[in-house]
């Protein structure tokens, strides 16, 4: 370039007579010096804007990776800690928004908006986004409540009754908790819901009672019956021992008469025992030739 302007010969001849440090500021000089004689003043400022846009952008997917490995590595300690999950996986979250958000705007600081000026805009869209907003800020608030009243936790199998969502706690996060459903569709309950409503927690004791009801006929001899149903609940495999059991007559129906049957497993074998029962009767049932009515009238027809 300097043999393109001769101007410049001088400034080349004369870096040999400086400090190593003074020759970095001359070149620099000259450097300033031929983008500026080359693209002008309005060039020069788009050329240090495309300079400051390319290093946004190497912000944000650096900066994005940098959040993915200091979340990995949160995590890693945590469960190193013994931390409790529902306090992990909702730190987790919570930090994910947090620092992505930070990332952003250490990206547009380097193009040249005010970070401040943001924040200002920001808190007076504030206002209005609240008010917009209000279900999504009850969900972030009951996500909070549901962290430190801690009625449930990550495991156990809960049910929302004024919906009657019901599935295991798979996460809970900023504004929602995501419920694994016994046909395993993933359910997304708003932290504000669950928060105000009644919530059965059927895991919190560590066991769950199981309740069967049978009708059979009203000719049928209730001894008989009680016998089979003792044997089936012995023998099923998931009972607790300990927590015993009870084989009783529960009421007369129009049609029959009905069994009662009450024994304890643990909530996650809770479905599987209950329909391994309910079979292993229907087959004793039939084998001790003991039926199990079905709805009937009688009528009499007076002349």
């Not at 990776?65 to 979250?93: A, E, G, P, Q, Y």
């Not at 952003?104 to 380097?110: M, P, Q, W």
């Not at 004024?162 to 359910?187: D, F, N, R």
């Not at 059927?202 to 066991?207: D, K, L, N, P, V």
């Amino acid at each position: 370039e300097a043999y393109l302007n001769p101007r410049y010969i001088e400034y080349l001849d004369s870096i040999d007579k400086l400090d190593s440090i003074d020759k970095i500021d001359k070149i620099n000089d000259i450097f300033e010096s031929l983008v500026y004689d080359y693209l002008g003043s309005t060039g020069l400022k788009l050329l240090d804007f495309g300079i400051n846009l390319v290093l946004a952008l190497l912000i944000l997917v650096i900066g994005f990776r940098v959040v993915s490995l200091v979340l990995k590595l949160i995590k890693h300690m945590m469960i190193k800690s013994n931390v409790d999950v529902t306090l992990r996986t909702f730190l987790i979250s919570f930090l994910k928004v947090a620092l992505r958000i930070l990332v952003v705007f250490l990206a547009i600081g380097r193009i040249g908006v005010g970070v401040s000026s943001i924040i200002a805009l920001l808190g007076s869209a504030g206002v209005a986004l609240g008010l917009s907003l209000q279900g999504s800020l009850s969900n972030i608030a009951g996500g909070v409540i549901l962290l430190m009243m801690k009625p449930f936790a990550v495991g156990d199998y809960i049910l929302e009754d004024s919906s009657e969502k019901e599935g295991t706690v798979q996460a809970i996060g900023i504004m929602y908790t995501k419920l694994l459903s016994l046909e395993h569709k993933t359910l997304l309950v708003p932290n504000g819901k669950l928060a105000n409503s009644t919530i059965t927690n059927f895991s919190a004791e560590g066991q769950r009672r199981i309740k069967i009801q049978i009708g059979i006929g009203y000719g049928e001899d209730i001894k008989k019956a009680k016998d089979v149903l003792e044997k089936v609940v012995l023998d099923e495999k998931d009972r607790l021992p300990e927590q015993g059991y009870q084989i009783f007559l529960d009421e007369f129906q129009d049609s029959s008469i009905c069994m009662g049957v009450h024994y304890w497993v643990k909530p996650e074998n809770y479905w599987q025992s209950k329909w391994r029962v309910q079979e292993a009767v229907k087959i004793g049932f039939d084998e001790n030739g003991i039926t199990i009515p079905f709805n009937q009238l009688d009528v009499t027809l007076v002349n």
